[in-house]
């Protein structure tokens, strides 16, 4: 096998790995947003116990903690920037939407992604990716139902965070040549931390706080000391965004973006046994329409990756290696 095959493999194992961690983050947030935390206030502490993750690896990496000095400190902040916008407006809309709605409305930032890998990387999408991308959209408006109603406020908050997100992985992608996956996760963890203090120290006390079942209520609690029977959700999303970023910006320094963004879809299945386990839901015949072109499309290029990678080794292999 190639070593060009190898980190592709490497890259798709990191993406379906974090798209499975980053789905217990949204149930872990989910399930705290029904129960009275601010959004900052559970960014604080999942952030405390991710950025305790990242040490914790960079610690047993035995490469040292010299591997988070950068020279590239403006573009952290810029990316810590959009990552944060991205988190905040995608709680806010998953505190007021079902998981699955949410989850098929946030799927356009693969497709953002393979767009992007295109016109800004410059990167190589045939006719056949195109085309998956196309039905992985139509599956996307499928699932959010326009003309039902779906498309509303909360929605277009996760549609905001599709595009930051996105975003910050096309700056995952620039910042590959000298930024580590450690370092690109823990200055995202100390913006966390940063960013959540401060509005616990302007907020936290709920003189901001908005009526129950509007837009911002997610955002803009007070604080409380949640009781044990809580924590485990702080713990998951703690754990779960610590190693799923961490997988996910490992997928994206070592493998070209747009073979990597389909396999994001794992986080729809996903977040259906979620929503089934959990809170009760289940999709109904329109959505299993939205899920199947979804799927469809990412299985459709992983087909066509396998294919495509296997001519190439025919072509490049000299005569009886293969």
């Known amino acids: 096998m190639s070593d060009i095959s190898k980190k592709s493999n490497s890259g798709i194992f990191f993406a379906l790995g974090g798209g499975v961690m980053l789905s217990m983050n949204d149930l872990a947030i989910k399930a705290l947003s029904g129960s009275g935390y601010a959004l900052h206030q559970v960014i604080l502490l999942r952030a405390f116990i991710g950025i ?11 490469g040292g903690f010299r591997q988070l000095l950068t020279r590239r400190p403006l573009d952290h902040l810029f990316r810590v920037s959009i990552v944060m916008c991205s988190n905040i407006t995608y709680f806010v809309g998953l505190s007021l939407m079902p998981l699955a709605d949410a989850v098929a409305t946030a799927f356009v930032a693969p497709l953002f992604v393979t767009l992007m ?3 800004i990387l410059g990167e190589q999408v045939g006719p056949r990716r195109w085309a998956a991308v196309a039905v992985g959209m139509l599956g996307v408006v499928v699932m959010t139902r326009p003309g039902a109603g779906v498309i509303q406020p ?6 905001i965070s599709a595009f930051c997100y996105a975003s910050s992985h096309m700056m995952t992608r620039r910042m590959r040549g000298t930024e580590s996956a450690m370092t690109l996760n823990f200055f995202v963890q100390v913006g966390f931390i940063i960013v959540s203090l401060s509005f616990g120290l302007i907020a936290g006390d709920g003189h901001l706080a908005q009526a129950p079942g509007s837009t911002w209520e997610f955002l803009f609690r007070p604080w409380h000391m949640p009781p044990v029977a809580d924590w485990w959700a702080f713990v998951a999303t703690g754990v779960a965004m610590g190693v799923g970023g961490l997988m996910m910006s490992q997928a994206y320094r070592t ?4 073979l990597i963004a389909p396999f994001e879809y794992i986080g729809m299945p ?6 089934a386990v959990v809170f009760g839901t289940f999709p109904d015949h329109t959505a299993w329409v939205g899920i199947a072109l979804i799927c469809g499309a990412g299985l459709y290029t992983l087909w066509r990756e396998t294919v495509r990678k296997k001519k190439d080794l025919d072509v490049a292999a000299p005569s009886g290696d293969i």
């Open 117 to 119: 890998s295109a016109v």
């Open 270 to 275: 996903m977040a259906i046994f979620w929503g």
């Open 255 to 258: 493998t070209e973006a747009a």
């Open 52 to 62: 305790g993750i990242v040490l914790a690896v960079i610690w047993a990496s035995g």
């Open 154 to 159: 909360a929605a277009i908050l996760v549609l």
